[in-house]
């Protein structure tokens, strides 16, 4: 018999959130399909659109990547001089991208005399969209990790020139000059002469202080 479910999931740190993924899935419970709801399940699948959409996912890739796909007279069907190779390799992704693609080419060579041959270049095809998948991710996290970065640094800049201006404050009202107060408040906050001259000029730390204040 067969049954179709849906399949929803949780998201989040502490699965709080409803996933907007949701799988499909048919199966065959307690007994093997007859050759009649086999015929009925392979009806569903159009191989024609499966391959456009592998191709189709393999080329958004390189595009995004700016890999210039076009300058070249086979590109899109994954044959590459040696040289153009040798330059895009160390992009995760990139080969893959380029391999899924010789294969459906020759998935299309071989479909209408050789159909064992055809299809297991069809299925390494397949293969490579799980390392296209792994690129994009990787990317995406990296990506999301420098943001963090940048973000926990900025964090760490405005909490240093606050305590800066919190000992510039108290120095200029104590009467002393813009340039001794300067000098004095690196002191006291311990960062650096250098580091708060790329922060502030005279004019700048004076007009910062007034506005933290």
Request: net charge positive.
């Amino acid at each position: 018999m067969k049954k179709r479910t849906s399949i929803t999931r949780k998201t989040g740190k502490r699965n709080q959130h409803q996933s907007m993924l949701v799988t499909e899935k048919s199966r065959f419970l307690n007994e093997m399909p007859t050759s009649g709801e086999l015929d009925d399940l392979n009806k569903g699948w159009d191989v024609d659109a499966l391959v456009e959409s592998l191709k189709s996912s393999a080329l958004a890739f390189l595009i995004d990547r700016n890999i210039p796909i076009d300058d070249l007279p086979h590109g899109s069907s994954g044959i590459l001089p040696p040289d153009f190779a040798a330059t895009y390799d160390h992009m995760a992704g990139v080969s893959s991208s380029f391999t899924l693609l010789f294969e459906l080419y020759c998935f299309s060579l071989a479909r209408n005399d050789n159909s064992e041959r055809a299809y297991s270049h069809l299925l390494r095809a397949a293969q490579c969209i799980e390392l296209i998948s792994v690129a994009k991710l990787e990317a995406g996290y990296l990506a999301g990790a420098a943001r963090v970065g940048d973000s926990e640094k900025t964090d760490k800049k405005l909490e240093r020139q606050k305590i800066l201006l919190k000992h510039y404050g108290g120095l200029r009202a104590e009467g002393k000059s813009k340039q001794e107060a300067r000098r004095l408040a690196c002191a006291r906050s311990k960062i650096p002469m250098s580091t708060v001259k790329k922060w502030f000029s005279l004019e700048q730390i004076e007009k910062a202080y007034h506005q933290f204040t």
